[in-house]
């Protein structure tokens, strides 16, 4: 059971998911603070909503952008072999 649960954390988390989530926590801390703390919905007046939400968008927009750029470099090298033949 700990070594799925390190693989899993060693397949899915990097530096660059973290930094991800720290900077949008940031972001929608900074948010509630200046545009949501008076407001009367539920998501927006709530900064313990507010930081889950930003981990989420952190984490979420960071693993689609790491696997943007695997994909775009996967299909240049099989360009790049398509040409050599």
Known sequence: MIKSWKTF?????????VLGMFVCMLFAILYWHYAGRYSEYIIKNNIFLVIVWGLM???VTIDLAINASKRNSKEKNEEDTKRDF
């Open 9 to 17: 954390w060693k397949n899915n988390f990097s530096w660059w998911h």
């Open 57 to 59: 968008l952190g984490y």
